[in-house]
């Protein structure tokens, strides 16, 4: 019975190690390929992705030169997908690694429609599959093929691949979570500063390793004396005492600020009064004792597009000065707060 060594165990954790380093965008570059190479010997490795259900494909990618001095054959995988008997295994939710020996020995193979159409054309004898635990209509399997005149894969081959199934499952799972991340990061810094709601990413140590513009404005606010990757005291105290909300009033505007792991989300929320949302946005900088100049600045508007949206707020509050405007909006800001 086959078993692995020590120094098989090994040479896979440094693999994983070496994998999660290499990945990027997608677990699985040509760069980790390689690598893979190194475990499994094969002449050619290939990962490909495929939507089972709808007949696509939907990723691929081949260690550099595998396919050097091969042309393309004029079938698809999907042409012989019902005749390929471990790819049929998997689809039935066969999920461990299986050689095409394990089914058909080689003079069999070598008698059959997909090697004529498949294999042959490609040079190919031997394959050794492993997919990951996927949907049909999402499935991820590695390939490792062996050209003629190759021995047959090892069932060390196959305990080797067993041993990184759940590891390269975990990686892929890693980079889909990196690429949502970075999505949802140039997503929070294409915002501007205006964005009614801000994230914080704090480090292990408590200290700010993200934060988008609009957060970046809103700790500004609360805490001029606080500069680079130090939280505000009234922040660094709430995460202390581990309270699910925090309520404030930063800038004339409530603040909401919860907690979510590692990640802060402050949301900003303007009183109503009857105002449009630019009405209530440069009443809000009114109230921050800004100038009509410097509002249309901060806004990218002509100066003379504010004085206008305040002569409708004077109306809809009844008032006629902006000083007026800014207690009415303070004022209702105070009788929102909570009690206690």
Same mark, same amino acid.
Request: charged share 30%; proline share 5%; with cysteine.
């Given at each position: 019975?086959?078993?692995?060594?020590?120094?098989?165990?090994?040479?896979?954790?440094?693999?994983?190690?070496?994998?999660?380093?290499?990945?990027?965008?997608?677990?699985?570059?040509?760069?980790?390929?390689?690598?893979?190479?190194?475990?499994?010997?094969?002449?050619?490795?290939?990962?490909?992705?495929?939507?089972?259900?709808?007949?696509?494909?939907?990723?691929?990618?081949?260690?550099?030169?595998?396919?050097?001095?091969?042309?393309?054959?004029?079938?698809?995988?999907?042409?012989?997908?019902?005749?390929?008997?471990?790819?049929?295994?998997?689809?039935?939710?066969? @999920?461990?690694?299986?050689?095409?020996?394990?089914? !058909?020995?080689?003079?069999?193979?070598?008698?059959?429609?997909?090697?004529?159409?498949?294999?042959?054309?490609?040079?190919?004898?031997?394959? !050794?599959?492993?997919?990951?635990?996927?949907?049909?209509?999402?499935?991820?399997?590695?390939?490792?093929?062996?050209?003629?005149?190759?021995?047959?894969?090892?069932?060390?081959?196959?305990?080797?691949?067993? @041993?990184?199934?759940?590891?390269?499952?975990?990686?892929?799972?890693?980079?889909?979570?990196?690429?949502? @991340?970075?999505?949802?990061?140039?997503?929070?810094?294409?915002?501007?500063?205006?964005?009614?709601?801000?994230?914080?990413?704090?480090?292990?140590?408590?200290?700010?390793?993200?934060?988008?513009?609009?957060?970046?404005?809103?700790?500004?606010?609360?805490?001029?004396?606080?500069?680079?990757?130090?939280?505000?005291?009234?922040?660094?105290?709430?995460?202390?005492?581990?309270?699910?909300?925090?309520?404030?009033?930063?800038?004339?505007?409530?603040?909401?600020?919860?907690?979510?792991?590692?990640? !802060?989300?402050?949301?900003?929320?303007?009183?109503? !009064?009857?105002?449009?949302?630019?009405?209530?946005?440069?009443?809000?900088?009114?109230?921050?004792?800004?100038?009509?100049?410097?509002?249309?600045?901060?806004?990218?508007?002509?100066?003379?597009?504010?004085?206008?949206?305040?002569?409708?707020?004077?109306?809809?509050?009844?008032?006629?000065?902006?000083?007026?405007?800014?207690?009415?909006?303070?004022?209702?800001?105070?009788?929102?707060?909570?009690?206690?």
């Amino acid at each position: 019975m086959a078993a692995l060594t020590t120094r098989d165990a090994e040479r896979v954790l440094r693999f994983v190690t070496e994998a999660e380093e290499l990945g990027g965008g997608h677990a699985f570059t040509p760069a980790v390929l390689v690598e893979l190479g190194k475990l499994v010997e094969a002449d050619e490795i290939h990962y490909g992705e495929l939507d089972r259900v709808r007949m696509r494909d939907r990723y691929a990618v081949h260690r550099p030169g595998d396919e050097a001095g091969y042309d393309p054959v004029d079938v698809t995988y999907w042409d012989i997908a019902a005749d390929h008997p471990v790819c049929h295994a998997h689809t039935r939710g066969d @999920l461990r690694p299986l050689k095409v020996s394990d089914f !058909l020995c080689l003079p069999r193979l070598r008698k059959s429609r997909v090697y004529a159409v498949w294999f042959r054309p490609y040079g190919i004898d031997h394959e !050794l599959t492993i997919p990951l635990p996927s949907p049909l209509w999402h499935t991820k399997t590695f390939l490792f093929d062996r050209r003629r005149g190759a021995r047959d894969f090892t069932e060390r081959d196959r305990l080797m691949l067993e @041993l990184l199934q759940p590891h390269l499952a975990r990686l892929w799972h890693a980079a889909v979570s990196r690429r949502r @991340l970075r999505a949802a990061m140039d997503y929070l810094e294409s915002g501007g500063e205006d964005d009614g709601r801000g994230l914080v990413v704090l480090g292990v140590d408590g200290r700010i390793d993200f934060a988008s513009p609009a957060a970046r404005r809103l700790l500004r606010e609360l805490d001029r004396s606080v500069h680079g990757s130090e939280l505000p005291a009234v922040l660094a105290d709430w995460l202390e005492i581990a309270a699910p909300k925090l309520e404030l009033v930063v800038s004339g505007s409530r603040v909401t600020v919860s907690r979510s792991g590692h990640a !802060l989300l402050l949301e900003e929320a303007q009183p109503s !009064l009857g105002l449009t949302s630019r009405e209530t946005q440069i009443l809000s900088w009114v109230a921050r004792g800004k100038t009509n100049r410097e509002i249309a600045e901060h806004l990218w508007i002509a100066p003379s597009t504010v004085r206008k949206h305040l002569e409708n707020v004077y109306g809809k509050l009844g008032v006629s000065t902006r000083t007026a405007a800014a207690a009415r909006f303070l004022g209702l800001l105070d009788e929102e707060q909570p009690a206690g």
